[in-house]
């Protein structure tokens, strides 16, 4: 059930990330950053990508996925079409690999260290919904405040 869940929550968000950077009048300003505001919405884009291709398409859909974290954050001026395409692959890679996923897997120790401590997989899935969701909301007000 709480994979189900899961899936349900982050096709729901990956979706309404896609409709952010959709909303974006002007291409540029997916990438412009201003005073205090030091990532872009298209970096904020990739890095959420990147890291769930990471922690649910490699190490538990056992994708081929290498992450660059650094080229998350520096990276400039990509095609909305592209962040488009990684969202949507995305959606896909997380179906794919929790759908390798029964129950009792939850309660198991997620294969790699993340944390300080080992934790289950549940608990590393949780954290990488309400990551997802508290970097989509980053976007929306980036968005707001700086799409004019």
């Known amino acids: 059930m709480l994979i189900e869940t899961l899936k349900a929550l982050f096709t729901r968000d990956l979706n309404k990330l896609r409709n952010e950077i959709e909303l974006y009048e002007k291409e540029e300003n997916l990438w412009r950053v201003e005073g205090h505001i030091a990532n872009s919405a298209g970096n904020l884009c990739l890095h959420l990508v990147g890291n769930l291709n990471t922690y649910i398409g490699k190490e538990i859909g056992k994708s081929d996925y290498v992450r660059n974290r650094a080229l ?31 129950e009792s897997d939850l309660a ?41």
């Open 72 to 102: 998350e954050f520096s990276s400039r001026n990509v095609p909305r079409e592209d962040l488009l395409n990684k969202i949507e692959d995305t959606v896909r890679v997380i179906h794919a690999s929790l759908d390798r996923l029964d």
């Open 108 to 148: 198991s120790e997620y294969p790699v260290l993340v944390f300080e401590e080992m934790t289950s997989t549940q608990h590393l899935l949780v954290h990488l919904a309400t990551h997802l969701t508290y970097h989509l909301g980053q976007i929306n007000y980036h968005r707001r405040l700086l799409d004019t």
